[in-house]
C-alpha cells in the first residue's frame, strides 16, 4: 500500500507560478507511474500530467501543455508538478496518483488506470 500526500497548494494571482509536491510513504513508488488530476467544483476529475517510473517520459494535457512540468525524485520519492503562467481556469483540487505496469501517454491519461491516490490539495488562481 503506497500513501501519497500532497503539498504546495494556496493561492496565487493570475500569472503567477506554484509547485505542488506529492510525497510516497513507500519506496516502491519508484517503480510506479505517476499522474496529476484536478477536480474543479461541480465538474469531473480531469488529467492534468503524467509521468513515467524512471522519468523519462510525460504527458499532458493539451490545456496546461507549455505551462505545467511534471518531474520527480525517485531517491527522495517526490513527485512534482510545476506550475506557471497559471490563470482562473486552472482552479482546481489538485490530486497526484500512482499506477502499476505499462506506461504510455494514453494510458497515463486514464483515472482507472492508477492504483493509489492522494487526498489533493488546494490551488486558486485569482483575476
Known amino acids: 500500500q503506497v500513501r501519497l500526500v500532497e503539498s504546495g497548494g494556496g493561492s496565487v494571482q493570475a500569472g503567477g507560478s506554484l509547485r505542488l509536491s506529492c510525497t510516497a510513504s513507500?519506496?516502491?513508488?519508484?517503480?510506479?507511474?505517476m499522474g496529476w488530476f484536478r477536480q474543479a467544483p461541480g465538474s469531473m476529475r480531469e488529467f492534468v500530467a503524467a509521468i513515467s517510473w524512471s522519468g523519462d517520459r510525460t504527458h499532458y494535457a493539451h490545456s496546461v501543455e507549455g505551462r505545467f512540468t511534471v518531474s520527480r525524485d525517485n531517491a527522495g520519492n517526490t513527485g512534482y508538478l510545476q506550475m506557471n503562467s497559471l490563470n482562473s481556469e486552472d482552479t482546481a483540487i489538485y490530486f497526484c496518483?500512482?499506477?502499476?505496469?505499462?506506461?504510455?501517454?494514453?494510458?497515463?491519461?486514464?483515472?482507472?488506470?492508477?492504483?493509489?491516490w492522494g487526498q489533493g490539495t488546494q490551488v486558486t488562481v485569482s483575476s
Open positions: 496518483a500512482a499506477g502499476i505496469g505499462f506506461f504510455s501517454g494514453s494510458n497515463g491519461a486514464l483515472l482507472g488506470r492508477y492504483d493509489y
Open positions: 513507500e519506496r516502491t513508488f519508484s517503480t510506479y507511474y
